[in-house]
T-cell receptor
Framework: DAKTTQPNSMESNEEEPVHLPCNHS???????IHWYRQLPSQGPEYVIH???SNVNNRMASLAIAEDRKSSTLILHRATLRDAAVYYC????????????FGSGTQLTVLP | KAGVTQTPRYLIKTRGQQVTLSCSPI?????VSWYQQTPGQGLQFLFE???????NKGNFPGRFSGRQFSNSRSEMNVSTLELGDSALYLC?????????????FGQGTRLTVV
């Protein structure tokens, strides 16, 4: 399975941008990059996904490197509610289509 | 629209018993997956159902089983419970089978085995 590597933890100040990195050097051409987050005492929540091009939605932006070996989730203005574990996941085409969660990045937002 | 509903939210069982957890997906979603979350192992995939057929299974013993009904609702069953089965069990639904489709998770069922 294609693997992802994320920092264990990151801190940000409230109302500042946050850049959460993810390395996926073994990504293949048809693998989608998905980001989920899990707030305390909640199930994971979809954030964003992309294949090759950068993507934006109401929650965040996803910047994908040209060689696709890394990506960055960008929260434009962090709020206290954004404190969560953020998971970068590769969705692999083929028979095994489950979400394979790593350990994620614990984001702490400081007031 | 209503989200993914899991029942019950909390459950306490004794070793050796069996348990059935229920998941109602978002209306129109045909794919339901189950995950186990523990502090030590994190989130681990159990199995996925699509159109009443199990499409994929994680690396769990046969004591863990599931099924999906014609209305897409799903149940998972754990027989002969062990202390190590204490975990948060999460269900996720997806509209389609495509890998680009986002998954919507329920709040989970917290199972405690004593």
């Amino acid at each position: 399975d294609a693997k992802t590597t994320q920092p264990n933890s990151m801190e940000s100040n409230e109302e500042e941008p946050v850049h959460l990195p993810c390395n996926h050097s073994t990504i293949s051409g048809t693998d989608y990059i998905h980001w989920y987050r899990q707030l305390p005492s909640q199930g994971p929540e979809y954030v964003i996904h992309g294949l090759t091009s950068n993507v934006n939605n109401r929650m965040a932006s996803l910047a994908i490197a040209e060689d696709r070996k890394s990506s960055t989730l960008i929260l434009h203005r962090a709020t206290l509610r954004d404190a969560a574990v953020y998971y970068c996941i590769l969705r692999v085409s083929g028979s095994a289509r489950q979400l394979t969660f790593g350990s994620g990045t614990q984001l702490t937002v400081l007031p | 629209k209503a989200g993914v509903t899991q029942t019950p939210r909390y459950l306490i069982k004794t070793r050796g018993q069996q348990v059935t957890l229920s998941c109602s997906p978002i209306s129109g979603h045909r794919s339901v997956s189950w995950y186990q979350q523990t502090p030590g192992q994190g989130l681990q995939f159990l199995f996925e159902y699509f159109s009443e057929t199990q499409r994929n299974k994680g690396n769990f013993p046969g004591r863990f089983s599931g099924r999906q009904f014609s209305n897409s609702r799903s149940e998972m069953n754990v027989s002969t419970l062990e202390l190590g089965d204490s975990a948060l069990y999460l269900c996720a639904s997806r509209l389609t089978w495509s890998v680009s489709t986002e998954a919507f998770f329920g709040q989970g069922t917290r199972l405690t085995v004593v």
